[in-house]
């Protein structure tokens, strides 16, 4: 966890408008899972694909950080750019988006939905490291009991217990009962 | 915060769709401000010299690498456009 996890995303945008470069990790570093999901989940795109228009996106972010008319805005200005660039992408490789209403309906669903797991995610974000590690191995890297019991140094017979009491903290957070350390 | 109350279950879905992108294309991407100031570096120093603006000019990749840059099409593109 950098020492930046705890800024706000006004608060990264501040920073990365007077050229701190740690800042701008921790802003890529947020916003990563993001962006490839929405072009991979939202559009579909291969890895390849995928992987320029994450560079793209980011490409574009740095240096249009500059035209964001309020800070705050920081993620719906991503996840319009991403789609932009996802779009962008498609048209220019020759291909065409496919039948536009169904499409539409769809990916306005996928993206719904990446919006609510950003929400997620950062809710974890602002957990104590111990919860924030387990819950990030089990649920996003598909790591077994037994690998994270030796990674984090725990017996393996724990871990199911502490997934459970730590999803319980995280779904506290989301609900409100336990304020989150870094505001949204 | 949530408008909605949430199951554990629905929580846990959630945190499976966000996968951590590759770490390499993280550092690509964290590294943006230091290749840009590269860039700007090289582009003031040929419009200060024609003679080395036209060798950059020629070979763009070249000006990259010595530059510690990998010369990717992005980056050959943008100090194209630069100069």
Redesign the interface.
């Known amino acids: 966890m950098s020492a930046l996890s705890s800024t706000t995303d006004a608060g990264l945008v501040a920073r990365c408008r007077v050229g701190d470069d740690e800042a701008w990790e921790e802003l890529v570093r947020r916003f990563s899972r993001y962006v490839l999901a929405i072009a991979q989940q939202g559009f579909r795109m291969s890895r390849e694909d995928a992987e320029d228009v994450f560079q793209d996106v980011f490409a574009r972010t740095y240096e249009r950080l500059g035209d964001l008319r309020s800070d705050d805005a920081l993620r719906p200005w991503i996840a319009q750019l991403t789609r932009r660039t996802c779009i962008d992408r498609i048209r220019s490789g020759g291909r065409e988006l496919p039948d536009p209403d169904v499409a539409d309906r769809e990916r306005d669903e996928t993206l719904e939905r990446l919006d609510e797991a950003l929400s997620v995610r950062e809710a974890l974000e602002a957990m104590p490291d111990a919860c924030r590690e387990i819950l990030d191995r089990f649920f996003c890297r598909d790591e077994s009991y037994a690998v994270i019991g030796a990674a984090l140094s725990l017996p393996a017979g724990t871990i199911a217990s502490r997934i459970s009491r730590c999803l319980g903290k995280l779904r506290a957070q989301l609900e409100g009962r336990e304020p989150p350390s870094r505001p949204s | ?2 408008d909605e ?4 279950e629905h ?2 879905e ?9 770490e390499a ?2 550092q ?3 590294g ?3 290749t ?1 100031r590269a860039i700007e570096q090289i582009a003031a120093l040929a419009g200060m010299d024609a003679e080395l603006r036209r060798e950059v000019l020629a070979d763009l990749e070249g000006a990259l690498q010595r530059a510690g840059l990998q010369p990717d099409p ?1 980056l050959v593109a943008v100090l194209r456009d630069r100069l």
């Open positions: 915060m949530m109350m949430y199951d554990e929580i846990g959630l945190l499976r769709v966000l996968r951590p992108a590759p294309w993280i690509a991407a964290a943006l401000p230091a840009r992005t």
